[in-house]
């Protein structure tokens, strides 16, 4: 079972999130601290007592906008000691998973926080810990269970030591792109060492953000380590068409095209994305000829 620091500089937050922790069965003890100074004092202290200490932390569930250092300044010099405690992010801001992942985090979850997701985070942070034997997932009710292999989800490695998960983290682009290659109609997806496939015909548009892109689909998005060119040249045949430096569109996903003051904009779902000049032409016709049938 877990040992847990929660850390939030709003107390509500704070208090909402022990809650929640306090009421998972695979949570042995969960404490707080609204501030970095303090956590930072009580990771240390747990740090220096050892693994079989009094006062050891399993994982730390880390806000990121916090007065003074940020969450993601804690990571950083958490990640210069030998064990440190497994990261779990915990913020109102999606921008920063990148950053997160690259310091190695368990598990990136979004404000405000659902019961249900927070037990995803603490299923992760068991099997990653090595602890998920001593409170199996199907003990009761609450639990939350691991996800079937039949279901195309690979479980995160149990047991694995501090430097097994960095390892395992820092793959996340290989087994993305390897899981690409392998499985043509899907798209491998690694979140907090768990891999999930993506159908890529549920995918509606990418985002570039860096080396990276984000998926979005009408469940929500996905970020893999990928650069938006990479999957330009793979999914021209499937109908995906570069629409900005920083989009790649489903052409069959496109609801509207709106020509507006010299300003060219699709909308897709709910999103309204911008079309670069140099690229309106090609859209217009490749829409009127699929219009056309």
């Given amino acids: 079972m877990l040992r847990v620091l929660a850390v939030d500089d709003e107390k509500p937050l704070l208090e909402e999130l022990l809650y929640l ?13 609204s501030d970095a100074t303090e956590a930072l004092r009580r990771i240390t202290r747990a740090l220096e007592s050892g ?40 913020t109102a801001h999606e921008g920063f998973a990148v950053q997160a992942f690259d310091l190695k985090a368990v598990d990136y979850v979004l404000k405000p926080v659902r019961p249900e997701r927070l037990a995803e985070a603490v299923r992760r942070a068991c099997a990653q810990s090595g602890r998920s034997g001593e409170q199996p997932p199907a003990a009761g009710p609450e639990a939350v269970p691991a996800v079937p292999a039949a279901r195309a989800a690979v479980p995160e490695i149990p047991g694995s030591p501090v430097a097994a998960a960095a390892a395992a983290a820092g793959s996340a682009g290989a087994a993305a792109a390897r899981g690409a290659d ?23 548009y990418v985002e570039a953000q860096g080396d990276y892109a984000r998926l979005h689909t009408d469940e929500g998005s996905h970020l893999v380590r990928i650069p938006l060119s990479t999957l330009e040249e793979r999914w021209a045949a499937r109908g995906f068409v570069r629409i900005h430096r920083r989009h790649l569109v489903a052409l069959a996903r496109i609801d ?38």
């Fill in 256 to 293: 509207e095209l709106r020509l507006d003051a010299g300003t060219t904009t699709v909308r897709v779902g709910a999103a309204e994305l911008q079309v670069s000049r140099r690229h309106t032409r090609e859209l217009r016709d490749l829409l009127m000829r699929q219009a056309m049938g």
């Fill in 21 to 33: 922790l306090r009421s998972d069965p695979r949570v042995l003890s969960a404490e707080g601290a």
């Fill in 182 to 204: 392998r499985a043509p109609e899907q798209i491998a997806v690694e979140l907090g060492g768990v891999t999930r496939f993506v159908a890529i015909a549920d995918i509606a």
């Fill in 51 to 90: 693994p079989d200490g009094a006062d050891v932390i399993d994982v730390v569930f880390l806000d990121i906008h916090m007065a003074g250092l940020t969450g993601l300044d804690i990571a950083r010099l958490l990640a210069g000691f030998a064990r440190p405690p497994l990261i779990v992010f915990v």
